[in-house]
Nanobody
Framework: QVQLVESGGGLAQAGGSLRLSCAAS????????TGWFRQAPGKEREFVAA????????TYADSLKDRFLISRDYPTATTFLQMDSLKPEDTAVYYC?????????????????WGQGTQVTVSS
């Protein structure tokens, strides 16, 4: 059974940084995509970034690629999201998800498994 556990969320000041982690277990596919999404209050869940199983290929939401960095530690199957120059509008619940089809897609419907989310709050 696939389990994804996010951590690293919390409160940050505008201009600060946070690093989120997503620990995956039970993933039997050797090739898959891990994605980060976020959902702010009253808004739809949106794509943030995705990374291939090897960590060699990444993709980002255009508006975030200059401030966010996705990475992956292959041996531990842990995916990270480094968030710098945080803004109040980055406040959201951040979710990691796995796409067993390894499509590197930004489409939420492609992702088969989801974590419980971690809250990120950025104060001005």
């Amino acid at each position: 059974q696939v389990q994804l556990v996010e951590s690293g969320g919390g409160l940050a000041q505008a201009g600060g940084s946070l690093r989120l982690s997503c620990a995956a277990s039970g993933v039997t596919h050797k090739i898959y995509t891990t994605g980060w999404f976020r959902q702010a209050p009253g808004k739809e869940r949106e794509f943030v970034a995705a990374i291939s199983w090897s960590g060699h290929t990444t993709t980002y939401a255009d508006s975030l690629k200059d401030r966010f960095l996705i990475s992956r530690d292959y041996p531990t199957a842990t995916t990270f999201l480094q968030m710098d120059s945080l803004k109040p509008e980055d406040t959201a619940v951040y979710y990691c998800a796995v796409d067993m089809g390894a499509t590197m897609s930004s489409d939420i419907s492609r992702y088969n498994y989801w974590g419980q989310g971690t809250q990120v709050t950025v104060s001005s």
